[in-house]
C-alpha cells in the first residue's frame, strides 16, 4: 500500500474488529479518507469469534457480512492487515505515524484457491480458536475472513513446508522472502479502536483454571457453541470429550476486584445469561445451567433477558462468589465451593464443566501508546491531550457491541471536527 | 467491664458501625464490603460459623450490637488468611474478627467460656508472664482451665501424647521449674501495661 | 448512452479450468448468451486478467460485462469497473466447491456451470449502469430536536464538524433535565466525585455558535420531505416559521415515572417521599450546605429505593431497568455526605447497576460511609415525623424496617417519543374507513406527535420497545427505519448523560452521513453507497398502494391523484415495493423483474424423463447467499439440481418468479430468507415476512397449475448455516424426486 | 568465602524441650553446609502469634513484635531478620508493615517500646527462612551441597497456611505453591503434585480450643496424603508439624483410622540429603518415625 495517498486530510483508525470498522466507515461513507490498520490477519476482531449476540441471539458473522460489503463498496477507505502502530508524532491536525506490517507471506495474487493448506503437513494452534483446535500452518483465517487470502505462518518460513505451499501455489502468491515493512504516513485524526483483551484467567488461582481441563473461559465456550468451532456446536468438555450438562457460570471472573481488574465489565452478565440458552439449545430441559454472581446487571431492555432466563427451569441463581474450585479426581468434574448469600446456604456444588466469566481488560495494556494518550487506572483509553486521537468501543470503557458502535461513530465525529477544522484554517490560508 | 460497655452505648447511641469504626482493629474497612460472600466460603472452619465474616459486616451496619458482639462466630478464625487473600474489596478480614473478638472481649459480652477465647487468654497471659511462651505450662493450664475434674480428663486424654513429647525431648518437664523467659520480664509487663494505656486512650476506654 | 456491447470473461484459475469445460461454456455465452466478446483467462483475477477486460472496456467499448469466475463476494477490489454494468457467474463457491467431485458428477456440475454462464449473460443483458437518483436534494443542514443535553451536543458536534444547525426546544430555555440537576455523575477518572453538569457552559457555546440558531417554546407543526429536503414548519409564539434541512436528529428525552403511581412506596401519599428530581432540587436549594426537606427540617437519615416503580414483573409499572439510578442514588447519597458525614444513608437495592469504572464511583460512595443494603422494600408509609420504609432483608434474610427523615425513589425513565404507530395505524384504517370516532382519536393522538411527519406511514418514529424509538440491530445503532432521522439520547434508550452524549454524538455523525448521500444520490445504510433507484412506470399502475403501504421505510406517499410517489432519499433500496406490486411497473437499473425473470428463463430445461429436477432457490443476499458460499467453502457438498439466485431481500421477490419458474418447467421452488418474528434479522425490516406471507398466498395457483404445494418451500437461513442449507438442499432435491417431475416441462 | 549473616529469631516453639526444637537441630546443619550463619537475636521475645489477639489487642501485640525487629535492629545491624517459624515471621512482618505504613502507629509503639528502652526505626526486614533458601540460596544452590539422594521416595508438600497467606513467597501462588515439591525434587524424592491439601488449615491454635474441628482439617490433609501415594509429609511449619503428627493417634483412637504418617520439616529432608545424621536432622524427635529417611541418614 503506497503512503502519498494519506495526508492530514486522512483518519487513521487503529483496530479492525467491530468498533475500528464502524469508526472507518462512518467516515469513510462521509465521504472521508480513512486508513483502517488491523494487526492480525483478518478483520471481525472478537466479534467475529463469537457465536451469537444477546439479546437476539443473531450472529455477529451477520452483522460483518453488511460491514464488509460496505467496505468492498468504498473506495474512500483502505485496509491493512497484519499492521501496528509503532509511533505517532507531530500534533492534531497534522501527526506523523509509523506502521509495521507483518509478513503474511502471501500476496494479493491469493485467490484464496487453497492449494497451499493441501500440501502443507505442519500444524498450529489455530489462532482463532483460542487454541481449542489446530489448523494447517498455511491457512483461511475463518469462513468470512477478509481480506480473503491465506497466510503463512512464519514458523514453516524456511522449512520444507514453505516450499511446498509456495510450488503448489499457480498464482505465484507465496512469497516467502516477504519482509516487515515499515510505513511512514500522514494523518490529520487517529482513533483507537484497539479493543479488549479476556483477563488472564490462570492468574485467578482459587479456580484453577491452569490447573483444570474443564475450568474454560466464556470466550472459549463461545467457540465450542459455535458450529464453525472446533466441537462444530457440541458442547464438548476438553478433559473427555464428554457432554457438559451441568455447566457453572461464575460471574467476576477477573472484573469488580482489586486483585484482578478493579472495573465491572459490563457484559459479562448479560453473556452468561446468553450461554445458558445455548445450553438450553443444545439440551432442552435435560442441560442445566447454575450462575454464581454478584449483582446481575442486565441494564435497560436486557432486562426483559434476564427476566426471561430466570423463568427458564433449567437456569439456577446462586447469589455468591465462589471461593475456591476443588477438582473431582474420579469424574474430572469439578466441585465449587462457596456460600449463597442471601440467607446462608453453603454450598459444595459438583458441576461438570466451569465457564468463567472473564472480565475485559484493555488489548492496549501492553501495546505502547503515544506519550501523548490518557488512560484511566485500568488502561483504558480516554483520548490523547492534544484533542487529536480518541478511543472508540472497548478500547475507551468496557462496552458491549451496540455501546461500542455508538462510541465508535461518535469517534467518527470528532476525528471528522479535526480534519475539517485543519481543512478549514488551510483555506483561510 | 460491662461499665465499660454500658459507656460505650452512651458514647455511640446506636451508631454502631462508627463505635466498630474507631474502636475494632480495621474496623474501618467494614464499610467497604461489597457482599459477595467470598470469606464465608473460603473459611476452613466455614460450616462452624453461626454468622459468617461478611454477615457480620452486615450485622454491624444494620446495627446489630448485641448479636454481633455476643456471637462466637469470629472465635472460629484459625487465622489461616483465606479470606484476606480472596477478598476482592481487599479488606483485612482475619484482622477485623480478631478485632471484633478482641472488642467482645474487651467488653465482656464475648461468650463465658468460649475454649478458643480461654485459649487465646492463657497463651497471652503465658507469654506476658515470661516474654515467651512455656509450652508446658500452657498446656497444663489449659487442661485445668476448666477445672480440675476435667483437667485431670483433659491431660489423661492427652497423656499419650504428652508423654510422647516427653520422649521425643519436644516437651520438658524441667519447664515446669524455670524454663525460659526474657530477661527482664518486669519492663516487659511495663511496656504491654503502656501499650495497652495508649490504646485505651485512644480508643476512649474509660476503664 | 452507448448503446450495449456484451462481453463474458471465462476464468479457468482455482481448478475452475479442471473441474469444468471451460471451451463448453465458452460456446454457451456465445451462442446462448449471445455475448458479442467472449474471452477466456487461467487467472482472471490478476492484473493481466483485470487489465485485459479494462481494455474492452476502453477499446472496445464494452458496456455490460459476465464475469464468470468466483462468487460475487470474492475478488471484488480487482473485478470493480465502475463504469460497466456487471454480472458474476459463480462457477467457483458455487459449482465446483459445493458439488460432488469425481467423474460421475461432471455432467451435472457441467450443466449446472453453464447455467449459471447463461443467467450470468441473461442478468447482464437487462441491467443498466445505475447513475444514481437525479433528484439530488442538497441541503445539508441539520435539525435538533430537543435541547437537552443529548440535543445541545448534537448540535455542537455537528456544528464543530462545519454543518448549520437548527435546535426546536419546547421550554422557554435550553438546558431540558440536565438543567433540573444540581451535580452529575463523573465521566473520567477519578470516578469518585460529583460533578459540575457543564450544562451552563455548553448552553453558552451552543447559543452563541456561529453555525447554531436555536428556537425556544417552540415545537414541530409539520415535517415533510426527505433526506436533504426536508421542510419542518415550526410553530413558536411568533406563530409559524418554515426551516428547510437536510437532516433530522430527535433528542426529545425523557420524563420521569410518576411517583403517584406507586402508592405502596408512599409515592403522592407522603411529603417527604420523593423522587430523584425531587432530590436534585432540594440538593439545588442547599447547595451544597445541609440538605433540608421541603418542610425545612434538615435531613438526618435518607434511605434510597432502587427500582422503584421499575424492572416490574407485575405488567403494572416499567419492564425495563433505566441504568442510570444507581448511580444517580449513589452521586445524590454523596450529596448528604459531602454536606454532614453524619447523615445516615441508605441504599436499598436488589443489584446494584454501576458498570464500567461505575465500581470507583461505588466505592467512593462506601468510603464516605454510605450504606447499601441488599433489600426488598415491601411498603414506604409516613410516620411520625418521617417515613418507615418496611424490606426484606435479603443478606440478613429477615423482614425488617428503617425510619428515615426522607426517602428517595429512584424511578425510571420514560421516553418522549411521540405517537405509537402500532397504535395509529390501525386508528388511520379505521378513519378513512369513515368510522367518526377514529377520526377523534386520530386527532387526539396527532397532538401528541414530535415530529408530525407528514409520511403514508404515520407521524413519528417507529417505536422499537417500551416506547423508545431504538434500533432493532446489535452491531447498527443507528440503523432507523425513517431514513435521515436519527434518535439521540434517552428516547432511543434509558441512558445516562454520558451515554447520551457519546449517543448524540453518534446520531450527529448518522444525520451528516444522511445529507452528504443524499447530495450524491446514493442509498443510506445498509446499501450505503447503491446508486440504483427505483423506477416506476406510472402508467401501469393500478393505484393499489401496496407499495406505499409495504415500504419499511415510509419511501413512498401517494399524490393527489393517488400514485404512489416515491422519496428517493428516504428509499433503502430493498426492492420491497418491486416485490409487491403485482403489475411489475416497479424496478432499479441493475435488479428488477427482467434480470431475475430473465435469469430463471435462460437455464436449459431438460425434458421430464432425464430424471434431472431442476430447483430454483432465492437467496437473501446478506444471510442465506453467504452461507451458500460458506458451504462451498466449507465442502458440505450439495445437489447439482439447483440453480441460486441472490436477491437484495426477501421481500423483493415478486411472485411472478415463482410462478414463472414453475411455468417454465422447474421442479422445485426454494426462498431462503433471515429469520422474522420479534427478534427478526431482515434489515428491511419485514422483508422475510412478507414473502412469507406472499407465498402463503401463492399455494391457489399451485392447484390451478395442477401442482403439489411441496412445490415451493421457504425456509430461514442464517448466515452461520453453512452445514445446514447444504442439508436443506438435499433433503429438498430428494423429497422433489420422490413426489416426481414437474408436468409442466416442454409446455413451453 | 563469607557466610551469609542472619539476624535469627527461633521463636518459642524452637527452643531447646519445645514441641518444634528438633526443627532447631536440623536448621543448623542445613545452613552449616549452606554457608548460612544464624546469629540468635539476643532475648528475643515471643511474637504473640496470631491467637494472641483476644487478650492482647492491637497495640500491644504490635509493641511485642516491635520489641524484636527494634532488637535485631539494635544488636545485629544491616542484616535481615529471619525466622523459621511462620507465626513469627507474619506476626514480625504484620508488626513491620503496619508501623511502616502508620506513623501513629509507629510513634504509639515506640512511646511502649521506650519502657523497655528500645526504639525502632523500621529499617530491619523481617523474612521466613523459605524466603532465604529461594531468594538467596535458590534451588540450583540448594542442590550443590546434596551428598545423598533420597531415591524413591514419594513426599506430599504440605505449605499450610501462615508461610503462604496473607505474604507468602514471592512468585507463589497461594493456592498451589510450588517450592516444596521443587525442594523435594532437589533432594532427589519424588513429590506428589498432585497433593490436593497443600495450602488446607491444620486449625492452628484451635488444635487446643476445637480438637473435632481441627482434627477434621488434620485427617483430610493425611487422608489426602496417602490417597495420593504419598509416604511421608513435609512442612514448613511448627504448628502445622506438630498438628499433624500429634494429632494422628488422637484420630486413630476416636475414627477407627490407621494414621501413621510421618511429618517432617523441608530442613530435614535437607540435613539428610547433605549428609546430616538422623540425630542432626532431629529425626529422633518424631513421634511417628520418618523410618525412611533415618534410614537413608544412617547409610
Not at chain 2, 78 to 86: A, E, M, P
Request: neutral net charge; contains cysteine; glycine residues 8%.
Amino acid at each position: 500500500m503506497n503512503a502519498s495517498i494519506a495526508t492530514n486530510q486522512t483518519i487513521l483508525v487503529v483496530g479492525g474488529g467491530i468498533s475500528g470498522m464502524t469508526s472507518a466507515l462512518e467516515a469513510a461513507e462521509c465521504g472521508k479518507q480513512v486508513i483502517l490498520a488491523e494487526r492480525n490477519t483478518s478483520l471481525g476482531g472478537r466479534t467475529s469469534l463469537l457465536y451469537r449476540y444477546f439479546p437476539k441471539m443473531c450472529h455477529p458473522t451477520c452483522g460483518l457480512e453488511i460491514n464488509l460489503r460496505r467496505l468492498k463498496a468504498n473506495r474512500n477507505l483502505r485496509v491493512m492487515t497484519q499492521t501496528e502502530v509503532t509511533s505517532v508524532t507531530g500534533k492534531r491536525g497534522d501527526y506523523t505515524v509509523t506502521l509495521k506490517i507483518s509478513p503474511r507471506y502471501v500476496n494479493q495474487n491469493c485467490t484464496g484457491c487453497g492449494e497451499c493448506a493441501k500440501v502443507v503437513e505442519a500444524e498450529i494452534d489455530n489462532p482463532y480458536e483460542y487454541g481449542l483446535s489446530k489448523t494447517k500452518a498455511a491457512y483461511l483465517p475463518h469462513a468470512m475472513a477478509y481480506p480473503q487470502r491465506y497466510v503463512l505462518d512464519a514458523s514453516i518460513v524456511g522449512a520444507a513446508d514453505g516450499e511446498k505451499a509456495k510450488a503448489a501455489c499457480k498464482y505465484n502468491a507465496i512469497e516467502l522472502d516477504m519482509k516487515t515493512e515499515t510505513v511512514e504516513l500522514k494523518v490529520g485524526a487517529v482513533i483507537w479502536a484497539t479493543g479488549w483483551k479476556p483477563y488472564d484467567a490462570a492468574k485467578i488461582q482459587p479456580y484453577g483454571y491452569d490447573r483444570f481441563d474443564n475450568v474454560i473461559t466464556s470466550l472459549e465456550f463461545e467457540r465450542l457453541a459455535d458450529p464453525h468451532g472446533p466441537t462444530g456446536g457440541k458442547l464438548l468438555r476438553p478433559s473427555d470429550g464428554k457432554e457438559a450438562k451441568n455447566i457453572a457460570f461464575i460471574q467476576c471472573a477477573g472484573s469488580r476486584d482489586e486483585n484482578h481488574l478493579r472495573h465491572c465489565s459490563r457484559i459479562c452478565c448479560m453473556a452468561s445469561l446468553k450461554q445458558t440458552q445455548y445450553v438450553r439449545e443444545v439440551y432442552g430441559d435435560e442441560g442445566k445451567s447454575t450462575i454464581y454472581y454478584i449483582d446481575i446487571r442486565s441494564i435497560d431492555r436486557l432486562e426483559d433477558f434476564y427476566q426471561k432466563v430466570q423463568q427458564d427451569s433449567a437456569v439456577k441463581f446462586v447469589k455468591s462468589k465462589v471461593a475456591n474450585i476443588k477438582l473431582h479426581e474420579e469424574t474430572n468434574d469439578l466441585i465449587l465451593h462457596g456460600v449463597d448469600t442471601e440467607g446462608y446456604h453453603r454450598y459444595a456444588a459438583q458441576h461438570d464443566l466451569v465457564v468463567l466469566a472473564v472480565g475485559m481488560e484493555p488489548e492496549s495494556n501492553g501495546i505502547a501508546l503515544p506519550a501523548d494518550m490518557i488512560t484511566d487506572s485500568s488502561g483504558f483509553i480516554e483520548g490523547s491531550k492534544d484533542g487529536g486521537q480518541f478511543s472508540a468501543g472497548a478500547a475507551s470503557s468496557p462496552l458491549d457491541v451496540n455501546r461500542s458502535v455508538q462510541s465508535a461513530t461518535a469517534a467518527s465525529l470528532r476525528a471528522i471536527q479535526v480534519v475539517h477544522k485543519t481543512s478549514a484554517t488551510e483555506g483561510a490560508r | 467491664m460491662t461499665n465499660a460497655n454500658q459507656q460505650a452505648v452512651a458514647l455511640y447511641s446506636n451508631d454502631f458501625l462508627r463505635e466498630v469504626e474507631e474502636r475494632v482493629e480495621e474496623g474501618e474497612w467494614v464499610k467497604m464490603c461489597m457482599q459477595c460472600g467470598v470469606c464465608a466460603g473460603s473459611c476452613p472452619l466455614g460450616n462452624a460459623w453461626q454468622h459468617t465474616p461478611q454477615k457480620l459486616f452486615m450485622m454491624i451496619r444494620a446495627g446489630k450490637r448485641e448479636e454481633v458482639l455476643t456471637s462466637d462466630s469470629m472465635w472460629m478464625c484459625t487465622s489461616c488468611y483465606n479470606c484476606i487473600v480472596r477478598c476482592p474489596r481487599k479488606l483485612p478480614i482475619t484482622h477485623i474478627m480478631h478485632g471484633l473478638a478482641n472488642y467482645a472481649h474487651r467488653l465482656n459480652l464475648a461468650p463465658k467460656g468460649q475454649p478458643t477465647r480461654e485459649v487465646a487468654r492463657l497463651f497471652w497471659n503465658s507469654l506476658a508472664k515470661t516474654g515467651r511462651v512455656n509450652e508446658l505450662k500452657f498446656s497444663l493450664a489449659m487442661y485445668f482451665k476448666d477445672g480440675i475434674v476435667q483437667g485431670i480428663k483433659n491431660a489423661m486424654a492427652m497423656q499419650s501424647i504428652g508423654l510422647a513429647l516427653v520422649m521425643t525431648k519436644r516437651l520438658n518437664p524441667m519447664e515446669l521449674f524455670g524454663g525460659h523467659k526474657c530477661k527482664d520480664p518486669g519492663s516487659l509487663h511495663k511496656m504491654i501495661a503502656k501499650a495497652r494505656e495508649i490504646e485505651d486512650r485512644k480508643k476512649g476506654f474509660t476503664s | 448512452m452507448a448503446e450495449m456491447k456484451t462481453a463474458a470473461y471465462i476464468c479457468s484459475g482455482c481448478e475452475l479450468g479442471n473441474r469444468l469445460d471451460v471451451a463448453q461454456l465458452s460456446k454457451i455465452a456465445q451462442k446462448e448468451g449471445k455475448m458479442a466478446l467472449v474471452r477466456e483467462h487461467a487467472f482472471l483475477c490478476n492484473e493481466e486478467g483485470v487489465q485485459m477486460i479494462r481494455d474492452d472496456i476502453e477499446k472496445e467499448a464494452v458496456t455490460h460485462i459476465c464475469i464468470a469466475a468466483c462468487s460475487r463476494r470474492s475478488k471484488t477490489e480487482a473485478f470493480h469497473f465502475p463504469t460497466v454494468a456487471i454480472s458474476r457467474a459463480n462457477l467457483r463457491e458455487g459449482v465446483i466447491w459445493g458439488i460432488a467431485e469425481g467423474e460421475q458428477h461432471d455432467e451435472v456440475r457441467q450443466e449446472m456451470a453453464g447455467d449459471y454462464v447463461r443467467m450470468g449473460c441473461a442478468e447482464v443483458k437487462k441491467m443498466t449502469l445505475p447513475l444514481g437518483n437525479p433528484n439530488h436534494a442538497h441541503n445539508k443542514r441539520l435539525l435538533v430536536v430537543g435541547g437537552g443535553m443529548s440535543g445541545m451536543t448534537s448540535a455542537l458536534e455537528a456544528a464543530e464538524a462545519g454543518y448549520d444547525i437548527v435546535i426546536v426546544e419546547k421550554e422557554a430555555q435550553l438546558g431540558g433535565w440536565a438543567a433540573k440537576l444540581w451535580k452529575r455523575v463523573p465521566f473520567k477518572q477519578p470516578f469518585a466525585e460529583p460533578q459540575d453538569t457543564g450544562l451552563a457552559e455548553l448552553a453558552g457555546k451552543v447559543s452563541s455558535h456561529p453555525r447554531i440558531s436555536v428556537y425556544l417554546s417552540s415545537t414541530i407543526a409539520e415535517t415533510s420531505g426527505a433526506p436533504g429536503r426536508f421542510s419542518v414548519q415550526v410553530k413558536g409564539a411568533a406563530g409559524i416559521t418554515t426551516e428547510e434541512v437536510g437532516g433530522i436528529v430527535q433528542a426529545t428525552g425523557f420524563t420521569t415515572y410518576d411517583i403517584n403511581k406507586l402508592p405502596e412506596l408512599g409515592g403522592g401519599k407522603s411529603a417527604n417521599v420523593i423522587d430523584q428530581a425531587g432530590m436534585e432540587a432540594l440538593a439545588r436549594t442547599a447547595n451544597g450546605a445541609a440538605i433540608k426537606r421541603a418542610d425545612g427540617k434538615e435531613v438526618k437519615s435518607v434511605v434510597f429505593v432502587q427500582c422503584a416503580g421499575q424492572r416490574d414483573e407485575s405488567g403494572t409499572h416499567l419492564p425495563y431497568c433505566s441504568g442510570h439510578c444507581c448511580a444517580t442514588s449513589v452521586k445524590q447519597a454523596m450529596y448528604f455526605k459531602d454536606a454532614n458525614p453524619q447523615v445516615d444513608t441508605v441504599v436499598m437495592y436488589t443489584d446494584l447497576r454501576l458498570p464500567g469504572m461505575g465500581e470507583d464511583f461505588y466505592r467512593s460512595a462506601q468510603q464516605k460511609g454510605v450504606i447499601f443494603t441488599k433489600g426488598k422494600v415491601s411498603t414506604v408509609a409516613a410516620s411520625g415525623d418521617g417515613c418507615e420504609v418496611k424490606f426484606r432483608d435479603l443478606i440478613l434474610d429477615e423482614d425488617t424496617a428503617l425510619n428515615a427523615d426522607l426517602v428517595v425513589l429512584a424511578t425510571g425513565q420514560v421516553p418522549t417519543a411521540g405517537v405509537n404507530l402500532e397504535a395509529w395505524n390501525p386508528i388511520v384504517t379505521a378513519a378513512e374507513g369513515g368510522s367518526a370516532e377514529a377520526k377523534q382519536q386520530r386527532v387526539e393522538m396527532q397532538k401528541t406527535s414530535v415530529l408530525n411527519l407528514n409520511y403514508r406511514q404515520g407521524p413519528d418514529m417507529p417505536q422499537l420497545k417500551n416506547g423508545f424509538n431504538d434500533s432493532h440491530f446489535i452491531c447498527f445503532p443507528y440503523e432507523t427505519r425513517r431514513t435521515g432521522i436519527y434518535a439521540a439520547g434517552p428516547v432511543r434508550r434509558p441512558m445516562d448523560m454520558l451515554q447520551a452524549t457519546e449517543d448524540a454524538t453518534g446520531a450527529a455523525l448518522k444525520a451528516i452521513q444522511t445529507v452528504e448521500n443524499a447530495s450524491l444520490g446514493r442509498a443510506a445504510h445498509p446499501r450505503s453507497g447503491d446508486l440504483s433507484y427505483p423506477i416506476v412506470r406510472l402508467e401501469g399502475c393500478t393505484q393499489c398502494k401496496r407499495c406505499t403501504v409495504e415500504c419499511p421505510f415510509g419511501a413512498i406517499d401517494e399524490d393527489e391523484r393517488r400514485f404512489p410517489q416515491f422519496n428517493e432519499s428516504r428509499c433503502r433500496r430493498c426492492g420491497t415495493c418491486m416485490g409487491a406490486c403485482p403489475v411489475r411497473v416497479i424496478s432499479f437499473e441493475n435488479y428488477s423483474v427482467d434480470t431475475v425473470g430473465n435469469q430463471i428463463k435462460s437455464i436449459d430445461m431438460p425434458d421430464e424423463f432425464s430424471e434431472k429436477p431442476r430447483i430454483l432457490i432465492l437467496a437473501c443476499e446478506n444471510d442465506a447467499y453467504p452461507a451458500l458460499d460458506m458451504a462451498g467453502l466449507q465442502h458440505h457438498v450439495y445437489s447439482a439440481f439447483v440453480r441460486a439466485i441472490p436477491v437484495r431481500c426477501m421481500g423483493s421477490v415478486n411472485t411472478i418468479w415463482i410462478t414463472d419458474a414453475l411455468n417454465s418447467g422447474y421442479d422445485g421452488v426454494m426462498t431462503m430468507g433471515c429469520k422474522h418474528g420479534d427478534n427478526y434479522q431482515c434489515h428491511f425490516v419485514k422483508g422475510s415476512e412478507l414473502a412469507n406471507y406472499r407465498l402463503s398466498k401463492i399455494e391457489d395457483n399451485l392447484k390451478q397449475m395442477g401442482l403439489e404445494k411441496e412445490r415451493v418451500i421457504s425456509h430461514e437461513v442464517a448466515i452461520t448455516d453453512s452445514a445446514r442449507v447444504a442439508e436443506l438442499i438435499n433433503d429438498y432435491v430428494a423429497k422433489i424426486q420422490e413426489i416426481g417431475m414437474s408436468p409442466m416441462k416442454g409446455f413451453n | 568465602m563469607a557466610k551469609k549473616q542472619y539476624a535469627f529469631y527461633p521463636g518459642c516453639s524452637s527452643q531447646k524441650g519445645a514441641s518444634g526444637s528438633n526443627f532447631l537441630t536440623s536448621i543448623d546443619v542445613m545452613c552449616d553446609k549452606l554457608d548460612i550463619q544464624l546469629n540468635e537475636i539476643p532475648d528475643w521475645n515471643c511474637c504473640a502469634a496470631s491467637i494472641g489477639y483476644a487478650e492482647g489487642g492491637e497495640l500491644p501485640r504490635l509493641a511485642i513484635g516491635a520489641r524484636n525487629l527494634a532488637l535485631a535492629e539494635q544488636h545485629l545491624p544491616g542484616q535481615d531478620m529471619v525466622s523459621g517459624c511462620p507465626a513469627c515471621w507474619l506476626a514480625s512482618r504484620e508488626a513491620s508493615e503496619r508501623l511502616n505504613g502508620h506513623a501513629n502507629l509507629m510513634a504509639e509503639t515506640n512511646e511502649a517500646l521506650k519502657e523497655v528502652g528500645l526504639n525502632f526505626k523500621g529499617s530491619v526486614k523481617p523474612r521466613h527462612m523459605v524466603e532465604v533458601m529461594i531468594e538467596d540460596i535458590g534451588f540450583e544452590g540448594m542442590k550443590k551441597p546434596v551428598v545423598k539422594q533420597l531415591q524413591g521416595m514419594k513426599i506430599a508438600g504440605y505449605v499450610g497456611c501462615q508461610t503462604n497467606r496473607p505474604f507468602g513467597i514471592a512468585g507463589e501462588s497461594f493456592e498451589n505453591p510450588q517450592y516444596l515439591d521443587k525442594m523435594i525434587e532437589v533432594v532427589g524424592a519424588e513429590a506428589v503434585t498432585k497433593y490436593d491439601q497443600k495450602v488446607t488449615c491444620c486449625g492452628g491454635a484451635l488444635a487446643f480450643s476445637e480438637p473435632e474441628k481441627s482434627q477434621k482439617q488434620i485427617r483430610s490433609i493425611v487422608e489426602s496424603a496417602y490417597d495420593h501415594g504419598a509416604e511421608m509429609i513435609v512442612t514448613p511449619c511448627q504448628l502445622c508439624q506438630a498438628n499433624v503428627e500429634i494429632y494422628q493417634s488422637e484420630i486413630n483412637k476416636k475414627q477407627g483410622t490407621k494414621f501413621a504418617m510421618p511429618v517432617v520439616y523441608y530442613t530435614q529432608l535437607l540435613s539428610v540429603a547433605y549428609g546430616g545424621s538422623a540425630k542432626q536432622a532431629g529425626l529422633d524427635g518424631h513421634i511417628i518415625k520418618p523410618k525412611k529417611l533415618q534410614d537413608i541418614a544412617g547409610k
